[in-house]
């Protein structure tokens, strides 16, 4: 379980193919708080970490999280979001993010402000009932708030520290991200639907 809060932004050091999946290393200084069999969020994807040196981590994906994430995507030297699971003493300072990745968005428009940044996501309308104004949404393990809501896009908006502090400040138009919506609405939304079939 994560917060949204990224800790670290680290950067892909090598990619090996394993079969129908892959093994990703990476540097990062978190590395020298990540054990064996630990999860880390990476970009939002809750990931096992296989092997763990002072400086490098490497955690396998197979072929179910390489379909629904970016995870695929991924080039040597690409940077990404690093946050570790939250303990339970402490603060929720983002939303509750599970680092179940629900589908891939795309960013129509990319907006570096001085000194708010914007960024327009484009995602699959079939989610689009999990989705609220002023709501939760996960975007590359980032907790944001949905601040502009239509059918097929959403907007939000980044603070100085959000857009220079993750990956967000490499993000051009048209890359891919990885979008997880807020599991209590999730669950609301699976509640609703389960009583109207009563």
């Given at each position: 379980m994560f917060t949204g809060i990224i800790a670290d932004i680290g950067v892909v050091e090598k990619i090996s193919s394993l079969g129908n999946g892959l093994e990703?290393?990476?540097?990062?200084?978190?590395?020298?708080?990540?054990?064996?069999g630990q999860?880390?969020?990476?970009?939002?994807?809750?990931?096992?970490?296989?092997?763990?040196?002072?400086?490098?981590?490497?955690?396998?994906?197979?072929?179910?999280?390489?379909?629904?994430?970016?995870?695929?995507?991924?080039?040597?030297?690409?940077?990404v979001n690093l946050e570790l699971a939250m303990q339970v003493s402490s603060r929720l300072d983002g939303h509750v993010v599970t680092g179940h990745v629900d589908c891939e968005g795309a960013l129509d428009h990319v907006l570096s402000g001085d000194p708010f940044?914007?960024?327009t996501v484009r995602y699959p309308e079939s989610f689009s009932h999990y989705l609220i104004?002023?709501?939760?949404?996960?975007?590359?393990?980032?907790?944001?708030?949905?601040?502009?809501?239509?059918?097929d896009t959403f907007r939000v908006c980044l603070i100085p520290h959000t857009f220079h502090n993750t990956s967000f400040s490499s993000l051009q138009a048209g890359d891919h991200v990885n979008l997880e919506f807020d599991v209590m609405g999730k669950y609301l939304y699976r509640f609703y639907e389960k009583g109207r079939e009563k």
């Open positions: 990703l290393r990476f540097s990062s200084r978190l590395s020298t708080d990540l054990v064996l999860s880390v969020a990476v970009n939002g994807v809750c990931s096992t970490v296989v092997d763990a040196t002072t400086t490098h981590f490497s955690v396998h994906y197979l072929e179910e999280t390489l379909t629904k994430t970016t995870m695929d995507r991924l080039r040597e030297r690409d940077c940044s914007e960024i104004e002023k709501g939760s949404v996960a975007i590359n393990g980032v907790s944001l708030t949905v601040v502009d809501l239509k059918a």
